[in-house]
């Protein structure tokens, strides 16, 4: 490789670090504060950069936010096709709790981000189109598990999931403290809904 190459490698190396320290940056503030803690100056001096340099790679906050969900989604998404995988490869019973189960996990993991993009982001044009496309991907992948592993039809695989993601939808928006005094755990929360899935 020539001098000038590995000057242009270090460098876009350098940048590309520096994205993901501001990206990182912005999903501390969002688990802190949700999206009105994100500020252009608030996410600039937690990734320890200037203003300038997040307006250069990103256009504006909205550049930066819009950067962050591309980045947490797909997480989000390999994680519970990673999931649903991993639940066809088992036998009925075992694959219901490993689903639910992970279900359960990556609505807890991603609580924060979920609650910014879906609820409070919901007036933001620029969220839409990877948002909807984020619940395509989840609701068909889910759905197919429950049909084609399990044998729920169709309907009834859309109703299950439904279900499953208001359960994980209520766990983005509220603490266990806000929807009741005594705490319901995962391992009850997992029982209550393979007995769903049984019928």
Do not use: W
């Amino acid at each position: 490789m020539c001098k000038g190459a590995l000057v242009r490698a270090v460098a876009q190396h350098r940048a590309e670090q520096s994205t993901q320290v501001m990206i990182r940056a912005t999903a501390e503030l969002i688990e802190g504060g949700g999206l009105r803690a994100v500020t252009v100056a608030a996410v600039a001096r937690r990734a320890g950069t200037s203003n300038g340099s997040l307006y250069h790679r990103f256009g504006d906050r909205e550049g930066l936010l819009v950067a962050l969900q591309r980045d947490t989604l797909d997480r989000l998404e390999a994680e519970a096709l990673a999931v649903m995988e991993l639940a066809r490869e088992q036998e009925p019973e075992a694959a219901m709790r490993s689903a639910v189960r992970g279900a359960l996990r990556l609505f807890g993991q991603y609580r924060s981000a979920l609650r910014a993009f879906f609820v409070e982001g919901q007036e933001v044009a620029a969220f839409e189109a990877r948002n909807a496309e984020c619940l395509r991907r989840l609701s068909e992948s889910a759905e197919a598990l429950l049909v084609d592993r399990l044998g729920v039809a169709a309907t009834e695989a859309a109703a299950i999931y439904r279900v499953l993601f208001s359960v994980g939808a209520t766990r983005a928006l509220f603490t266990e403290e806000q929807m009741r005094s005594e705490r319901v755990g995962d391992d009850e929360l997992e029982n209550v809904l393979v007995r769903l899935l049984r019928r």
